[in-house]
């Protein structure tokens, strides 16, 4: 499946622009979202984070990885970052996913990123599926790297550290979060799949921090070898392979919608259901005999604009109502019509803007309706065609009278 990547931003726990990448499946409707969340100072671009969301985008799931504030694109300064922090930048990713596509099912972090991620997984209410990779059982794991320097952030304060070759300052708050959350106890009370997948090589994150976090986590949670793969997943047949496996294994406990889901059967005739779909604050699912379509409002009002709005569904009826009703009548009487195009559009406007409307008050729904035939007609038969569009069925029960009676299903 082809893919293609969106360059984004936004507002992360302390307020900065968050640089991110939304990696999606290219003309297709995501089976999913997924939230990638990367380890200490590695940044959305690592090699991991980079070929992990490129690898499940291609698989259906759209995947969004972004910077902590202070990282890579990221605003703000990393000193002023800690442990905690980065808990609350990715409950604010998954807010941005939630608020403008769909809620992330899945979440993946890799090192310390899969830490923060245990750690945060109480603030992710509609995530399903937890997978780590090369994750450390406890936060001040990390402190290794700058434990030559730590009498000095905890004496004066603050730091310089190189890491990875690029100079960090450390201050003593980002070590005092570290040791303040508990992942043990997190773990016990999950309540979420959880896949732990580590490397035996793996010489930054010991294997025996991914024994700590299965043991004291509940079921359902399993456990992947990464085999022969380093810590940073550098070759890209380790990262296929992690996509590969959190494809399968996220199937288990997460609707991949819309390919897995199974086709129901389809309705009676003259029966319409509108169902919510949860994704999105007004998001809908239609279905109308055998055929499914979405419906939703437009970002402007709220929605996601994953499908056509109330309106522009009351417009698709009278339109296609109008041209079916054009195409029986020329056919039937062999007029020379090759196409009928029909455009609508919905307005409210003052009723004493209405020259030919009853109310003298208030706003009134305004319909437009243009109509395009295509052919060799005579201006009579354009005349007539024209005076039978507003004899189609739909146009009549719109200005007919109608009762809309409601009640509770048993």
Avoid at 365 to 387: F, H, M, N, P, Y
Wanted: charge should be negative; aromatic fraction near 6%; charged fraction near 25%.
């Amino acid at each position: 499946m082809a893919r293609r990547s969106e360059k984004i931003t936004f507002p992360g726990s302390q307020g900065f622009d968050l640089a991110a990448r939304l990696e999606l499946p290219e003309g297709d409707e995501p089976r999913a979202y997924a939230l990638f969340v990367h380890g200490f100072t590695l940044g959305k671009d690592s090699v991991a984070a980079s070929r992990i969301a490129a690898a499940l985008a291609e698989r259906g799931i759209a995947t969004l990885r972004f910077d902590f504030t202070g990282l890579g694109g990221s605003d703000g300064d990393f000193a002023n970052t800690n442990f905690r922090t980065n808990m609350l930048d990715i409950e604010a990713a998954a807010h941005f996913l939630a608020r403008e596509h769909r809620a992330p099912a899945i979440a993946i972090g890799h090192s310390l990123g899969g830490a923060a991620l245990l750690a945060a997984a109480e603030l992710l209410p509609e995530t399903q599926a937890i997978a780590t990779i090369g994750a450390p059982s406890d936060p001040s794991h990390v402190a290794h790297h700058f434990e030559d320097h730590k009498d000095v952030i905890c004496n004066e304060g603050e730091a310089i550290v190189d890491l990875g070759g690029r100079p960090f300052k450390i201050q003593r708050h980002f070590l005092e979060t570290l040791g303040e959350v508990d992942l043990t106890a997190k773990l016990g009370s999950l309540r979420k799949a959880l896949l732990v997948m580590h490397s035996p090589l793996d010489a930054t994150v010991g294997i025996g921090n991914a024994e700590t976090i299965y043991k004291a986590a509940k079921h359902p949670k399993s456990f992947v070898s990464l085999d022969r793969a380093d810590h940073l997943l550098s070759d890209k047949r380790d990262a296929g392979y992690v996509a590969q496996v959190l494809a399968g294994w996220a199937s288990r406990y997460v609707d991949l919608d819309p390919m897995d889901r199974p086709k129901p059967e389809p309705l009676p005739a003259n029966l319409v259901e509108v169902r919510e779909t949860r994704k999105g604050p007004f998001g809908n699912r239609v279905r109308v005999g055998r055929h499914e379509l979405g419906a939703d409002e437009p970002k402007s009002v709220g929605g996601r604009d994953s499908g056509p709005s109330p309106y522009d569904f009351l417009l698709t009826a009278l339109g296609s109502c109008t041209a079916m009703t054009i195409r029986m009548v020329a056919d039937r009487k062999k007029w020379p019509l090759d196409f009928a195009t029909v455009r609508l559009s919905h307005a409210k406007i003052h009723a004493e803007d209405c020259s030919d409307c009853e109310s003298a008050g208030g706003k009134i729904d305004e319909i437009t309706r243009e109509i395009v035939l295509e052919g060799d007609l005579s201006a009579e038969q354009r005349a007539k065609l024209l005076e039978i569009a507003d004899k189609c069925p739909v146009h009549r029960t719109l200005h007919g009278e109608v009762k809309v009676r409601t009640r509770l299903a048993e």
